[in-house]
């Protein structure tokens, strides 16, 4: 049995020391709490589209794209009052019919989910990708990136980027690209052609290494189509029902380094366990309503609704409506994986 | 400079001392002569399905399935007489109406992709999975599977298998399944439901470590689907046209450690550039006619012919006619990748 | 040419629409000034060791392991007040003689390198290492580990841990071994000799496939005559001289998935070339004296001081004096790497 | 219960068909003799360095380097009359005081182990390497590489090779190099240097990633350091005691991606379990005395003497003296793991 010592030193003698230390940029690490699991700064909160939207609109007649060359509204997280999540931005951007959103490139890897719209267009890297409501817009970091409404009606979309991250981890570096629209390379994006049949892929070039997807375009009517294929045949997560991951189709893995992205289908009436793990996530709803219970608190969501889930907070969805509700995330999951820091739980005590 | 020292030893001291080393199982390295590239013993040879079939359904006259549990022909290269290639099978095997081919696995990887009939199924360890014409369908190495034709015509596929590697690496083992055929599953295959979106994948499992493709089954109607799309937008391969691997959706990879399986399409009048690799490849023609050169050697193909390309020959391919010829093939590429064994080169003087 | 809309809105609208936005938890994300690359919360900074060593020794006068489980005092960066770099403590322990530190374990991943006493041991998930005076002792992430001083002078060490990233990243576990230490296992340590030849290993084992290295202790004895034998024969690198890093014999990758851990040897009067990278250090000075200049400021160092350089700063260091300067160093570039957001530049401009 | 159709048909019918499928170059799988398990052509067989060493000198006497410029004894299996075994030399090769090897270069991954002699060096792609009894010494596929003896007695090292795997996969490229030997480099190799600390690497350059060891000489006096550590605290294999692989530092997989490369220590009286595996062996006996069972055979080996154990073929080792004995080997093993043929079984009636 080892000897424990215990030192009574006064209070005066403790003060005078811990001034030393603070003297001398020290302090002592006995007096820090040490608490046995995360507690995240971020807390459960929802936007809802029916706030959002008036808001963003209000954006485009209050400053134009000299003023705001980005019209991004960020959802801060009464938590940090920083971004949606601890490590996720979850932003409404707008952009009017005919504006030009022009190219730069950053650390920040960055995606997007087409709300509303017609059609427009991104172009990563040389690639113009279009988009349209629903697709998943991927535009990697340090990749060129500028967009474009070539519509006559708005275009709303979900924009997500790793910049907390980024900015807690100080690596942020940004450039202007020298004009204003990266010149029209030679033809759309060929991507989707090459990469979106799963188990086949073109042979005549070696498969591309990059850290990320080589396809930046994600539709909404592959995915969905994916989700009720296997919404007929398997029961899926406890924790999730039906729900696909966006992945790099070369590796299998994340479609970005720091960001996973997925989409889930949660059946009429459906009420999924209860679990947490130590990723933060972002919601989106595509369709459908229905509410998530998080930490005890209920949050009620309906089409377009944007809400956060902290990392090691309990959490469980129900869909209380009577047709499928599709919902999209974002995830620092391939962060917590790669430092060997993911963990997840289901909760012991059933659902809340 | 070094001595270069020459010893003139008579050639009844050589003749003797030759003997005295084979009589201590010796021999003298310096007596091989060694080429400067590798010629395979195997030769350009083609088998055409007007020959094929007569005697594939003759063997479903003369041999039961008590003679003959799997009723396969086997390609025997000219040079080799052996397989089709240095470590390829690529056989013929019938299946009449309402048979079944008992369970059993083996070292051999394997494949079928379907010929002709209406409808089967293949089980691979304890899944399901039906066989139309057009399919490929994948058993790895070491898994069970037995075949079954559930129609009222004989159905005939392309027989694959990495056997005479197996042979020549002296490591196979083989064993029946106790019964005769595996225990009807969960039901039918879901592997096509989870896997052939490319870029999306069932996030509630972890991604399946097997060595081998998780989706046994690819069909034809995707895969022709994939070539249409890229042959309206891209050249595609210099050597063979618009060209899909079939990949191991999980990993990016071959469909199996020892055996890369390709499909290609092959342009109305296409005449490919000349090229050749340490690879061997034997083709099976889905649709269309033409030839191939190999080697200063001219191999007409049509329909369902089965023709083979030794390694290090060069060959280029010709579509003859005025519809796009579709090309099933199989290589052993991913083994000579695996050893650091794989060298590609352009004909330096052009076609042949 | 995109049009640029300017959208004059008042003043008084502008600050209403920013309250709007408030009240939903909003923020124009147009009103954020980007820079252009990171400059760091944490700013360059050196604790001397004659300022360290009285407190240390003052911390074991005034509090016993009852008050102090874990004698430490965190050398705390001027510019964050937190640890010593943005993503890492390097803090300083002191055990007495006779001590006991009981076992516990935490998702920090933790390392040791011994700065001062005569001999201890930590024991890491059952394995007993010893711990001598430039030692490095690697506790990887939620392994418990215990130490115990067992001479009759103290311990002093540099006592590193990933606890600011994890508190960043809000994934803190803790937990507290069941006893006061990890019952005796089998014996001392053996995997220095497994795994401290290069180029040879254990084949009667697979090879571990723990996230961490399998030898938890590096001798500094071994690294030193790394050192020598490399001084003797090569340049090095033009920023840092001979540097070695200490690499997880099984993988050639990091210790840790969060800490990469160098030693390195500056010639008597080496001055090396400025560069900068987005990983922060904190380097501790085994042998010799000299100084490091850190975007234009000159931190004088002598043996055993402890200093710190923040990420994306410009730095160069210069060995002073005439004989061997041997420094340790602790980094997050396994992070920076594993997130693709590793970047490194020579200085334009040449030494500062 | 499926059926199982018979059909008789006459003896005259098969023969005729089988007469049609020849001339067809097609033959019928079912008449093949399918085995359980592998039985390789291989056996088991010893060559003794006491009938070696003479054969090899007198070939020095018989034939100069213009007549053998690698004056080379196969040792020949005789169940296959090519290499030791199934998939690779262990040749016996003798260079003359003086005398140089020509560079040149082949798809043949070969390794150098040296039995006797003073002094000599190989530069492997302008790397220098002293060679001195004991030595492991790596020239790569396709690596330009050439030899000289700088002293006044003869050097005699095993020769392996993957040569007869090149030849089984028709993969062999050779080439000349255009000058006699390689021109002198900066010096001698610094790769002992540079890798010989095991949990050590320079910083300052980006791992080497060739699919080969980036440190071509291994000296025996570190792995017999190595190997006396081990012996006096672990077990070791049940099947070879202790065994160490030599290993790509680099990495941590074998030295070549075809040859793994080995040497054990068998304690004086050991008798090792009894196992059997696909991969074939060939072993050189460096110091000591003792037996191997194979298959049922003994061979009984002593210094220098090489014997080969065939793929899937029980065997045991003993060491039938007082003291240790010290074995050096190589397999085929990183062929059979990478290609997913890899299996091994303890004989199940214990030793033979």
């Known amino acids: 049995m080892a000897k424990r010592s215990s030192i009574k030193a006064s209070e005066e003698e403790l003060k005078a020391y811990f001034a030393d230390l ?58 940090t009052q920083w971004g949606a999540a601890n490590t996720l931005f979850a932003n409404i951007q707008v952009v009017l019919p005919g504006e030009v959103v022009r190219s730069h490139r950053h650390t920040n890897g960055a995606l997007r989910f087409i709300i509303e719209g017609k059609i427009g267009y991104t172009v990563v890297d040389g690639q113009r990708y279009p988009m349209v409501p629903g697709d998943l817009v991927i535009t990697p970091s340090w990749c060129w990136h500028d967009h474009a409404n070539e519509s006559d009606v708005p275009i709303l979309w979900l924009d997500s980027l790793d910049a907390p991250l980024v900015r807690l981890l100080e690596v942020g570096f940004r450039e202007d690209y020298p004009d204003e629209i990266q010149p029209p390379g030679e ?48 029961a899926g997560s406890p924790y999730d029902g039906i729900i696909l991951e966006y992945t790099n189709p070369i590796t299998g893995g994340p479609v970005m380094p ?35 219970m998080i930490d005890g608190q209920r949050l009620d969501w309906e089409e377009k609704d944007v809400f956060s889930v902290p990392a090691w907070a309990f959490h469980e969805h129900v869909n209380s409506s009577d047709r499928p509700a599709i919902v999209f995330s974002v995830t620092d999951i391939p962060v917590k994986r790669a430092l060997g820091y993911y963990r997840e739980q289901s909760s012991p005590s059933g659902r809340q």
């Open 22 to 79: 603070a003297a001398q940029n020290l302090w002592p690490l006995w007096t820090l709490n040490q608490s046995k699991e995360p507690k995240s700064k971020a807390v459960p909160y929802i936007w809802h589209w029916r706030d959002l939207r008036p808001l963003a609109m209000r954006a485009a007649e209050l400053v134009g794209t000299k003023e705001a060359e980005r019209r991004v509204l960020v959802l801060s997280n009464p938590g």
């Open 187 to 234: 033809g759309n994006d060929n991507s989707q052609a090459r990469y979106s049949s799963g188990g086949l892929r073109p042979a005549w070039e070696p498969a591309p290494s990059t850290p990320h997807t080589p396809m930046c375009r994600y539709p909404l009517e592959q995915a969905k189509a994916a989700l009720d294929r296997l919404a007929a045949a398997e």
């Open 258 to 292: 720091t960001i996973g992205c997925y989409i889930q289908l949660l059946r009429p009436g459906e009420h999924t366990e209860c679990h947490r793990h130590t990723s933060c996530v972002c919601y989106h709803v595509v369709e459908g309503s229905g509410y998530t």
